[in-house]
């Protein structure tokens, strides 16, 4: 029996606050909604069917997108947890000591209903015979480390596909830094990590992070422009990501501003706006389409504004396309019934019809 929303339309517009009209009313004049790929329930069937991924790897991402509150929509919420690793354990689980002990982050996307948890090999190695068959593990095969001084920034691996195969993952998640001096290195790692997990019967997820210090200028930070992401997105899906983790762009022409790569005028004048729905549709499209999956991540948590937040991210993410949210600090940073009500919130704007795809 499919989920039904515990929020109105109306509580979600009064979480956009001044911005409701502007983003729920928006109707994309750019790629149009009826030349996207829209997920739904049969998402699976219209689009891996006659790709090259086993009986395996589709039992897999079924189990992935028929999990939680949101399973069987074609939406996915997922709760990831690497910051410990990423961001330092002290600074990421010091808000809410709790989640020290890894088994309280399996707990959380339990209760709060997400399709999957995405966390480390050692999270889910001291827990994954009480846990793997009661929600989809992705293992993470790759961090920054930020303890080496200088700080350096580069996504290294902490284990085998194999090693996650064995802790019965249904998905690995990987991170690239594209545009980074090292992002030659991390695409043929990450390549050969999907195929052989593809083999192995498990999905993929590429967490598409632009890193690059040229990015961010003076004027503004690029990393997050609609088409650098894009073309991120692009690879991502190239490498044959089945679900492709992108940052919500904020801005566009890096290409431009930076002064490298190809562009096109059509990429500014007719395939996007300024608008945030616009924006991230850019990114949708560069996912084949939105044949690939785009879920947007949650970022950081900010204190009373991130169930507005949380709820602005969503909206743009289904409206513009994409297929969830991958949320993690401005859920677990706050007390577990807390997060798990934010995880909730996210879940209903999709659950939610009254909210279409622009």
Same mark, same amino acid.
């Given at each position: 029996?499919?989920? !039904?929303?515990?929020? =109105?339309?109306?509580?979600?517009?009064? +979480?956009?606050?001044?911005?409701?009209?502007?983003? %729920?009313?928006?109707?994309?004049?750019?790629?149009?909604?009826?030349?996207?790929?829209?997920?739904?329930?049969?998402?699976?069937?219209?689009?891996?069917?006659?790709?090259?991924?086993?009986? #395996?790897? %589709?039992?897999?991402?079924? +189990?992935?997108?028929?999990?939680?509150? %949101?399973?069987?929509?074609?939406?996915?919420?997922?709760?990831?947890?690497? $910051?410990?690793?990423?961001?330092?354990?002290?600074?990421?689980?010091?808000?809410?000591?709790? +989640?020290?002990?890894?088994?309280?982050?399996?707990?959380?996307?339990?209760?709060?209903?997400?399709?999957?948890?995405?966390?480390?090999?050692?999270?889910?190695?001291?827990?994954?015979?009480?846990?793997?068959?009661?929600?989809?593990?992705?293992? @993470?095969?790759?961090?920054?480390?930020?303890?080496?001084?200088? =700080?350096?920034?580069?996504?290294?691996?902490?284990?085998? *596909?194999?090693?996650?195969? /064995?802790?019965?993952?249904?998905?690995?998640?990987?991170?690239? +830094?594209?545009?980074? $001096?090292?992002?030659?290195?991390?695409?043929?790692?990450?390549?050969?990590?999907?195929?052989?997990?593809? /083999?192995?019967?498990?999905? =993929?997820?590429?967490?598409?992070?632009?890193?690059?210090?040229?990015?961010?200028?003076?004027?503004?930070?690029?990393?997050?422009?609609?088409?650098?992401?894009? $073309?991120? /997105?692009?690879?991502?899906? !190239?490498?044959?990501?089945?679900?492709?983790? #992108? @940052?919500?762009?904020?801005?566009?022409?890096?290409?431009?501003?930076?002064?490298?790569?190809?562009?096109?005028?059509?990429?500014?004048? @007719?395939?996007?706006?300024?608008?945030?729905?616009?924006?991230?549709?850019? #990114? *949708?499209?560069?996912?084949?389409?939105?044949?690939?999956?785009?879920?947007?991540?949650?970022?950081?948590?900010?204190?009373?504004?991130?169930?507005?937040?949380?709820? @602005? =991210?969503?909206?743009? /993410?289904?409206?513009?396309?994409?297929?969830?949210?991958?949320?993690?600090?401005?859920?677990?940073?706050?007390?577990? $019934?807390?997060? *798990?009500?934010? %995880?909730?919130?996210?879940?209903? *704007?999709?659950?939610?019809?009254?909210?279409?795809?622009?």
């Amino acid at each position: 029996m499919m989920e !039904t929303a515990k929020h =109105t339309i109306g509580e979600i517009s009064k +979480y956009l606050g001044n911005e409701s009209e502007y983003l %729920l009313n928006h109707v994309s004049k750019t790629v149009l909604k009826k030349d996207i790929h829209q997920t739904g329930s049969n998402h699976i069937d219209e689009i891996f069917i006659t790709s090259d991924r086993s009986p #395996q790897v %589709l039992k897999n991402l079924a +189990y992935i997108y028929n999990s939680g509150r %949101l399973g069987n929509t074609g939406y996915l919420s997922i709760l990831p947890v690497d $910051q410990g690793i990423e961001h330092t354990a002290g600074s990421s689980f010091g808000p809410n000591p709790m +989640y020290f002990d890894p088994e309280n982050i399996i707990k959380l996307a339990i209760e709060g209903g997400c399709n999957a948890v995405a966390t480390t090999f050692g999270t889910l190695a001291l827990n994954a015979r009480k846990y793997v068959h009661k929600i989809p593990f992705v293992v @993470k095969i790759n961090h920054n480390e930020l303890m080496t001084y200088p =700080t350096k920034y580069d996504q290294i691996l902490f284990g085998t *596909v194999k090693e996650a195969w /064995n802790l019965g993952a249904t998905a690995i998640g990987a991170t690239i +830094y594209l545009g980074s $001096q090292e992002s030659d290195r991390q695409i043929i790692e990450i390549a050969n990590a999907f195929e052989e997990a593809h /083999n192995l019967g498990m999905a =993929t997820i590429l967490w598409c992070y632009t890193r690059n210090n040229s990015f961010k200028t003076d004027k503004d930070d690029y990393h997050v422009a609609a088409d650098l992401t894009g $073309q991120a /997105n692009h690879l991502g899906v !190239t490498i044959k990501a089945d679900i492709i983790k #992108q @940052k919500l762009p904020t801005t566009n022409k890096g290409f431009l501003a930076v002064k490298f790569g190809k562009t096109d005028p059509a990429m500014y004048d @007719k395939l996007s706006t300024d608008h945030p729905i616009d924006l991230c549709r850019y #990114q *949708v499209i560069n996912c084949y389409n939105g044949k690939i999956g785009l879920i947007n991540s949650g970022g950081e948590a900010k204190g009373e504004s991130d169930f507005a937040e949380a709820v @602005k =991210t969503a909206v743009i /993410n289904k409206r513009a396309g994409g297929c969830g949210l991958i949320s993690g600090r401005k859920a677990f940073q706050r007390p577990f $019934q807390e997060g *798990v009500k934010l %995880l909730n919130l996210i879940q209903d *704007v999709y659950l939610l019809k009254d909210i279409t795809v622009a």
